[in-house]
């Protein structure tokens, strides 16, 4: 059974900074990703990071600010996120894939339950 589990959200003020991090296990997986949710709005594609941890894509809005990294003999994904702003607000979900790259939604195989980012300004 496949399983990814988030954890490190929660409520923090604008500029500050949180750690999500995404529990795998189950099987191997090849690329894995950070997407979120706003409320009304379509999921998006926050960062994602290669197999090999190498290779890492962020979307613009948080390129500088946000992190993202695994730790394969944990299995784990993590994403450092800084200097956060109140438009960060989602839910956020760990996604893995059987493909190299994931470049949204459709790349997607695994999803974990998402966990709640609330940024106040």
């Known amino acids: 059974q496949v399983l990814l589990v988030e954890s490190g959200g929660g409520l923090v003020q604008a500029g500050g900074s949180l750690r999500l991090s995404c529990a795998a296990s189950g099987r191997t997986f090849n690329a894995m990703a950070w997407l979120r949710q706003a409320p009304g709005k379509e999921r998006e594609i926050v960062a994602a990071?290669?197999?090999?941890?190498?290779?890492?894509s962020y979307a613009d809005s948080v390129k500088g600010r946000f992190t993202i990294s695994r730790d394969n003999a944990k299995n784990t994904m993590y994403l450092q996120m800084n200097s956060l702003k109140p438009e960060d607000t989602a839910v956020y979900y760990c996604a893995a894939s059987k493909r190299p790259r994931i470049g949204g939604s459709y790349d997607v195989d695994y999803w974990g339950q998402g966990t709640q980012v609330t940024v106040s300004s």
């Open positions: 990071v290669s197999a090999d941890n190498i290779y890492t």
